[in-house]
């Protein structure tokens, strides 16, 4: 049974060193794939449009976007296929 200051010191590096590696990759990330800016007031289009995940199965609608023909949302690591596009 290890002494309770050597289980504290081993638990404060695991944590210290988790801190770390998630500051690291979040900054590498928010370098090398920059969020896009956000849309500009009035670019928004109304758009009715039905995806589905082809992995879980789960189903969403999309009201508003950029185009009216936008890029499918991805769920489970991939793109969602389009189910039923309607045209209002
Ligand atoms: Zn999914």
Do not use: Q
């Amino acid at each position: 049974m290890p002494a309770f200051s050597t289980v504290m010191w081993v638990l404060g590096a695991v944590v210290l060193f988790f801190f770390l590696w998630f500051v690291g990759t979040g900054m590498l990330r928010s370098t090398t794939t920059p969020l896009p800016p956000p849309p500009p007031e009035g670019e928004l289009r109304k758009v009715n449009l039905r995806y589905r995940c082809s992995i879980c199965g789960v189903e969403m609608r999309l009201t508003m976007a950029t185009a009216e023909d936008p890029a499918p949302p991805r769920h489970c690591g991939d793109d969602m296929d389009l189910t039923a596009p309607i045209y209002e």
